[in-house]
């Protein structure tokens, strides 16, 4: 039996200044996975032993896509009142896929 898997996350942000009170921020990450499964059970094995061998093959797919938007207003009124105020809006995307494949050895 064998196994493989590939697995990446990232992760970016840019921010912008509009106004000296007010800036906007977006950030952004996406994730992806993929794996592999390869078996084989020969006759003499228990789980090949029913079917006088057994062989597979797997894969299946992750991926993930956020996005983030943000808006900060930050600002001081007469040196007395302070307000700060975010606002924000976030989009997440995810897909999965995967097939299997089982092969049989028929008896004699």
């Given at each position: 039996?064998?196994?493989?898997?590939?697995?990446?996350?990232?992760?970016?942000?840019?921010?912008?200044?509009?106004?000296?009170?007010?800036?906007?921020?977006q950030?952004?990450?996406?994730?992806y996975s993929?794996?592999?499964?390869?078996?084989y059970?020969?006759?003499?094995?228990?789980?090949?032993k029913?079917?006088?061998?057994?062989?597979?093959?797997?894969?299946?797919?992750?991926?993930?896509?956020?996005?983030?938007?943000?808006?900060?207003?930050?600002?001081?009124?007469?040196?007395?009142?302070?307000?700060?105020?975010?606002?924000?809006?976030?989009?997440?995307?995810?897909?999965?896929?995967?097939?299997?494949?089982?092969?049989?050895?028929?008896?004699?």
């Open positions: 039996m064998s196994w493989k898997s590939i697995n990446v996350f990232t992760s970016a942000f840019a921010e912008i200044k509009i106004l000296d009170c007010l800036k906007f921020r950030n952004l990450g996406i994730s993929v794996n592999d499964r390869a078996s059970y020969n006759r003499e094995t228990g789980e090949g029913a079917s006088n061998g057994r062989a597979g093959k797997s894969d299946n797919f992750w991926q993930n896509l956020t996005a983030e938007s943000l808006v900060t207003f930050d600002k001081t009124f007469n040196k007395l009142h302070h307000l700060n105020v975010v606002a924000g809006f976030t989009y997440e995307k995810s897909d999965l896929g995967w097939k299997n494949n089982e092969c049989i050895q028929l008896p004699d």
